[in-house]
């Protein structure tokens, strides 16, 4: 029995260190952890793409979702799982004016228009205030009067030179971040109408923007703000200066390399200082053809700014414009003096009798009738005029009424 025994382990010994049989162990021990491996990679390959069969476009889907009655609610998506909604707000209302459209993106972005007339939200009709200046808003204390408890029925967007720096307006100030995107500008040239077309294409953007104003820092307003809003909002017409005047400084800027897109007949001069509804305001920053002239000829003496806007509503839309003339333009401002800019006013030029002549001097035609209200604004007002100003204007142009 013992010896039995013996023979037994002897051949288990032999067995197990024989060459063949340690390569079947090393084999088996081999599949057996390319099994774990294997299992490893297929569980956490499946729970993946469970979860990304489940996220799609920030809503929780699975199988049983496709079915008319799944056999469990969804998990919670994950805040990376979901994609921020752009809603009707959104489109109608840009939450900021800053944004990294080139020109030619911001022109055709602001040129689309909804064919759907009936709009599907509440819309009240706001003015759009746009300052082209150099710098700052040299009178804001002024305009922030003229503003104050009209909250929601006006939009500001000032273009000034991309070197100004904002950082001492207050951020409480109606004029806190409300700069464009801007580009460099130089008076008479061509960019001085980019610049024009820039904000009004950036005031198109908000939906409710109706009416269109342009402005320098230079400027002040001759009424309160519902007067000034009731007569932009009721106007059947334009506010484009537009006249033909013989002689250099008028057809003698003209170039013949303009025709036949624009013939001498059709060139007009008036100032660029305008207020416009929207269907105008659209035809501009998406002229091409007239503009693409304008740039190429209108060089040196042309003034492009004088030119642009006369000549291009002349021709296209005369009906829908007043044509008001030099004599009485919606902004006022004296050229009595001659040379190429009319006279600024400073601190003691600044009297209650002023500002009343300003206001009822003219007399002018408004949707039919006359009427004395034919200036709306007034320029060129120095910042040294501020003080008497913020005195007299308000008692004058009655804000807060």
Known sequence: MKNQNQNSIALAIKSFNTPINIINLLSSFFL????????????????????????????????????????????????????????????IKPINVEHDMSDEELFWRSSMVPKVKEFPFKRVPKVAFMFLTRGPILLSPLWELFFKGNEGFYSIYIHSDPSYNQSHVDESSIFHGRRIPSKEVEWGKINMVEAEKRLLANALLDISNQRFVLLSEACIPLFNFSTIYTHLMNSMKNFVETYDQPGPVGRGRYHPRMSPTIKLPQWRKGSQWFAM?????????????????????????????????????????????????????????????????????????????????LRSESSCEYNGEKTSVCHLFARKFTPHALSRLLIFAPKVMQFNH
């Not at 499946?46 to 489940?54: A, I, P, R, Y």
């Not at 496709?66 to 994950?78: G, I, K, Q, R, V």
């Not at 503009?291 to 806007?309: I, M, N, P, R, T």
């Not at 333009?329 to 009798?353: A, C, F, N, Q």
């Open 32 to 91: 057996f952890a390319c099994g774990i491996t294997c299992g490893i990679i297929f569980t956490f390959y499946f729970k993946n793409f469970s979860v990304n069969l489940q996220v799609i476009n920030g809503q929780i889907l699975n199988y049983s979702s496709l079915n008319s009655h799944p056999l469990s609610p969804p998990p919670p998506p994950s805040p990376r799982s979901i994609i921020p909604r752009v809603g009707l707000n959104e489109y």
């Open 277 to 357: 509804d929207r269907d105008l305001a659209l035809e501009v920053v998406s002229d091409q053809t007239y503009f693409s002239v304008f740039k190429k000829h209108c060089k040196g003496s042309c003034y492009a700014d004088e030119h642009f806007l006369p000549t291009f509503v002349s021709m296209k839309f005369e009906k829908r414009n007043t044509g008001r003339t030099l004599t009485w333009t919606l902004t006022w401002v004296d050229w009595s003096k001659g040379g190429p800019h009319p006279t600024r006013y400073y601190r003691s030029d600044i009297s209650v009798e002023f500002l009343k002549k």
